[in-house]
């Protein structure tokens, strides 16, 4: 039983698209997407949504880190169909932010996940600009 809400599950609760290919290598014994094959399409769908907003052009010293990946497994993915990855800000704090997204295969949620953000600079996390943040309220997930 996945722990994902319904409303994550839904491809009308996404902003942001992007499909990637499955690969051979991806498999494991059983014949499905791994999962760490699983994670590596949340990573490209999540390298594509933050190049939409904007976060390679940061200030010289900001950086952003991975604070935390929670990855909810649906059904099982196969090779060679392709994987939409579908993405949306779900939350917005002080200097991180929550990147929900959900992959889809022939149309079903196979795969969801929560990625936490951090904006940082040599002295720690760093708030938000104002620019990044409406920017973000702009590709907000829609929660059934």
């Known amino acids: 039983m996945p722990k994902s809400e319904a409303w ?8 942001f698209s992007t499909v990637t290919e499955t690969r051979f290598q991806d498999l494991d014994p059983l ?4 999962n760490v094959a699983m994670a590596a399409l949340f990573e490209n769908g999540r ?9 390679e052009r ?13 990855i909810d497994y649906v ?4 090779f060679p169909d392709p994987v939409e990855v579908m993405s949306g800000i779900g939350r917005v704090g002080t200097s991180s ?8 295969q022939g149309g079903a949620c196979v795969a969801t996940c929560v990625s936490t953000l951090v904006l940082t600079d040599k ?6 600009p104002d620019p990044l943040r409406q920017r ?9």
């Open 31 to 34: 014949g499905h997407i791994n």
């Open 123 to 128: 002295t720690g996390s760093i708030p938000i």
């Open 75 to 78: 059904a099982e993915a196969h």
């Open 8 to 15: 994550q599950r839904d491809p009308e609760s996404y902003p």
């Open 47 to 55: 390298v594509r949504f933050n190049r939409n907003l904007g976060l």
């Open 58 to 70: 940061r200030q010289p010293g900001e950086r952003w880190l991975i604070a935390s990946v929670s």
């Open 97 to 104: 932010w929550d990147i929900f997204s959900a992959a889809f």
């Open 136 to 144: 973000y309220q702009e590709l907000m997930v829609r929660r059934g």
